[in-house]
């Protein structure tokens, strides 16, 4: 996953079990006995994730933080439940739903208005889709809210400014339905509810693996499809009766369950720091999954009295950890909207500069709210909270209680203004809806696809034609016998001598999102050009590609390929399209820019750059040069051109190129 990931967790101040099985918070009188070492946890993870936004390349796949916290949360929830029925034969689930909602709802609350409030003074990009996203977050939905309105989870130029409030609604969610299931699996044997908890793991391992294939934002987002790691810890929680009991009777094997614990912990840090996104859906995040559900059976104190369990129990009872294990939510809830907002602001700055204030405000805006709002509202309500809130304002001096209650009510009127000013498209949205139409492809330079372009809102064809396409200059002829394929090589020319004219006629261009904005400028510079350009598309569909418009007879003495910008190039993979456009034809790459964040374009432009040094029949369209200049020609996703000036630079970078290839000289880099 590229662009970002997400998580919520059950964190109470600390893990501690009352006597009515509700965690309670660290600053109790009489503080009960604890599970230790879950907060812990919770500040690892935490990291992962903030690494993994923050800083990218530091952590592949650190969003399995995520995984992580499913893990805990389901076991803590599903081992209260069961305590809760142990001591009181019966689920108690008004007061359960009640803590749930005092618990997560205040922090969430208050995220949203001060976030919104931060982003009217941004503007721009950072204001999209806000109606949409304070519904979603504020009822347990957001992951469905997005997956029905179509958003891409991994959407790298455009992010929104809550969209990590989906694992959130994910453990709502979970919250709602568990308890009545719960209520319904203790009247089974234990063997019984085990394979229920472990059929709907792997069922949802099934249905991800499928998914993904088809839209992998909805099998990432979907709570169907993303359970496992809520169900592993269930179904901890649900073979060890008694899991919270303190003391618990020891297990008869402890030493093994330590060093799982340790192994496990490390190889979830590990597969986090190495393992490439590509092995990570679902697989990867199953592992980590698994490696997690040991460590947390590990720290139960059946085992965690024991070496070596004892000692992995007190590197995650170091202080600096619990601190920040406790406030792991708010300081995830924090996180993502201001790095949201320090993209929006500064789309180029270093991510290692912008990392350190993010992360510095993220603890700041954590514990105000952990102390003012979620404690207090946790501890006594928040009917309770809000009268203590007007007697203490009551009591200030006029001018400080004017000065306070003016603050509040502006917070409010411009986090209201932000709502209501939000727009529903983004600028690079806009930007390609003005070039092409709302089309997420875009195919120039056959009959049937040229006609597609003149109706409004018709998706072009996704099936080729059978029929290779005439070449535009060709007189009519009665013969049928020359293709397009023979035409294309009959007007190739080795390379080291003047090629063919460059004209639309003999251009073949496959790109992505940049081409679908660019694409109809290009088609008025170049009448006759062969355009297929899709959003999203990256260089690994560019075999598959070329191999069909080979097929089809479309591939023209010129191939033009533009898809630097959504993923990393190899020479391997630029060799492969050497052999398949040929000997004849001349390759032109185009590079591509982006916010320093999207850190896989400088080594696809590296690749690029090295390959047209190697090769003499390989010309350079350098985008990421000719843009370095006028920036202010791109839409706030520092991507694509918001108008006809930065699409007409875009149409003129590929034309140098071209003429250069056309004259046969190699490309001087």
């Known amino acids: 996953m590229r662009n970002m990931a997400s998580y919520t967790a059950e964190r109470p101040a600390s893990t501690t079990v009352s006597a009515d099985g509700t965690n309670t918070s660290s600053h109790t009188a009489a503080r009960p006995p604890r599970l230790r070492g879950f907060d812990g946890l919770r500040a690892i993870a935490a990291m992962a994730v903030l690494v993994y936004h923050l800083i990218p390349g530091w952590a592949p796949a650190g969003f399995a933080g995520v995984d992580m916290f499913f893990v805990v949360s389901g076991f803590l929830i599903t081992a209260l439940l069961l305590q809760q029925l142990h001591r009181h034969g019966r689920l108690e689930l008004k007061s359960f739903w009640v803590r749930r909602f005092r618990r997560l709802v205040p922090a969430v609350v208050v995220t949203l208005i001060g976030a919104s409030a931060l982003a009217l003074a941004v503007g721009g990009d950072a204001l999209v889709s806000l109606p949409r996203q304070f519904v979603g977050a504020l009822t347990g939905t957001y992951n469905w809210v997005e997956i029905a309105n179509g958003a891409s989870y991994f959407e790298q130029n ?84 008694g899991a919270l009991k303190m003391p618990i009777n020891p297990t008869r094997y402890p030493t093994l369950w330590g060093v799982g614990g340790w192994l ?41 009295p024991s070496q070596p369990a004892l000692a992995l129990t007190a590197i995650l009872e170091n202080p600096v950890l619990v601190w920040l294990g406790v406030r792991s939510y708010g300081i995830y809830l924090w996180h993502w909207p201001l790095w949201v907002l320090m993209y929006y602001l500064s789309p180029t700055m270093n991510p290692l500069l912008a990392a350190l204030p993010i992360i510095v405000l993220s603890i700041v805006f954590a514990e105000l709210s952990y102390r003012f709002i979620e404690t207090p509202i946790r501890t006594h309500g928040f009917l309770t909270w809000c009268r203590q809130l007007v007697a203490q304002i009551t009591q200030l001096m006029p001018v400080a209680k004017v000065a306070t209650i003016a603050g509040l009510a502006g917070v409010l009127i411009v986090a209201g203004s932000a709502i209501a000013v939000s727009p529903q498209q983004s600028s690079a949205e806009r930007a390609l809806q003005q070039a092409a139409g709302d089309q997420d492809r875009l195919v120039i330079g056959s009959e049937s696809d040229d006609e597609a372009q003149d109706e409004p809102g018709q998706q072009p064809s996704e099936q080729p034609s059978e029929q290779p396409a005439e070449d535009p200059s060709a007189a009519p002829s009665d013969s049928a016998t020359e293709t397009a394929e023979d035409t294309a090589t009959e007007h190739a020319s080795p390379v080291g001598h003047p090629g063919p004219e460059v004209t639309g006629e003999n251009i073949t261009m496959i790109g992505d999102s940049l081409l679908v904005a660019a694409g109809k400028t290009l088609n008025q510079d170049f009448p006759g050009i062969y355009l297929d350009a899709e959003i999203s598309r990256s260089i690994q569909s560019a075999p598959e590609i070329l191999n069909r418009l080979k097929s089809e007879g479309k591939l023209r003495p010129y191939v033009v390929v533009g898809l630097a910008t959504n993923a990393v190039i190899s020479q391997d993979q630029i060799e492969t399209i050497r052999e398949i456009i040929g000997p004849d034809r001349r390759l032109v790459l185009v590079t591509g820019y982006g916010p320093s964040r999207a850190t896989w374009i400088d080594p696809a432009n590296r690749a690029i750059r090295e390959a047209v040094k190697n090769h003499d029949d390989i010309y350079l369209a350098d985008w990421n040069n000719a843009i370095q200049d006028h920036l202010d020609l791109l839409a706030d996703d520092s991507v694509h051109p918001k108008d006809q000036q930065g699409r007409a630079l875009y149409s003129q970078t590929v034309e140098k190129a071209l003429a250069r290839a056309q004259s046969g000289e190699p490309q001087v880099s």
């Open 264 to 304: 496990g912990l490390l190889a979830a840090i590990t597969m986090m720091m190495v393992l490439p996104e590509s092995l990570m859906y679902p697989w990867g995040m199953v592992a980590i999954s698994v490696a997690v559900a040991i460590t947390v059976r590990s720290l139960l104190n059946d085992v965690a």
């Open 158 to 241: 455009s992010p929104l400014l809550f969209t990590n409030m989906w694992s959130l609604s994910v453990e709502q969610q979970f919250y709602v339905f568990w308890p009545l299931i719960v209520a319904l699996l203790v009247f089974w044997s234990r063997s019984r509810r085990l394979a229920v908890v472990f059929a709907v793991a792997a069922t949802s391992i099934v249905a991800h693996v499928w998914l993904s294939g088809v839209d992998l934002s909805r099998a990432y987002m979907g709570t169907d499809t993303h359970l496992w790691g809520l169900m592993l810890g269930a179904g901890i929680a649900l073979a060890i009766p």
